[in-house]
């Protein structure tokens, strides 16, 4: 797997011009090892250049033990995947600048789906943390496709 490279991606952007756009969000995957239950965190950083042209992405996956009891209410895993996009921001805000930037998690805000158990502290968290209002599903492409992709295409 390829190591994710902080210092490449800030100088991506610190490089890119004012008006590309930044967007920044995460996803997990569940899975068994061992008859243990795991979760692989992906992050991605969308550089969209000029905000009209193509993109660069920048992507890290990290597995950790997932302890949630609930599948159908994923609410520390998803907890976990807004705790790495508060992060990633937090790391990248001096460069991002004056840029338009949006944060994404991968939420759905529909009762009707088990990630909706977290949305009001996930949007309350990256509030508090970051200063700005998140986007959520389905507005919220960076987590569910970029995200979603970056694992597969690395083949981890």
């Known amino acids: 797997m390829k190591k994710f490279d902080l210092d490449a991606c800030r100088s991506y952007i610190e490089n890119a011009s004012e008006t590309s756009k930044i967007y920044i969000g995460a996803d997990s995957e569940r899975y068994r090892k061992g008859g243990v239950w795991y979760a692989d965190y992906t992050v991605a950083i969308v550089i969209h250049n000029d905000g009209n042209k193509g993109c660069k992405i ?25 705790y790495r996009v508060a992060e990633m921001y937090l790391k990248l805000a001096d460069v991002i600048g004056d840029r338009y930037f949006e944060l994404h998690l991968d939420i759905n805000p529909d009762e009707m789906h088990g990630s909706s158990c977290v949305i009001t502290q996930s949007i309350g968290y990256i509030r508090g943390m970051c200063g700005i209002t998140p986007k959520v599903k389905p507005s919220a492409f960076a987590a569910s496709y970029a995200a979603d992709r970056f694992k597969e295409i690395l083949h981890v």
């Open 58 to 82: 920048f992507g890290d996956v990290s597995s950790e033990r997932d302890f949630d009891q609930k599948k159908a209410r994923p609410s520390i895993r998803l907890m976990n995947e807004v």
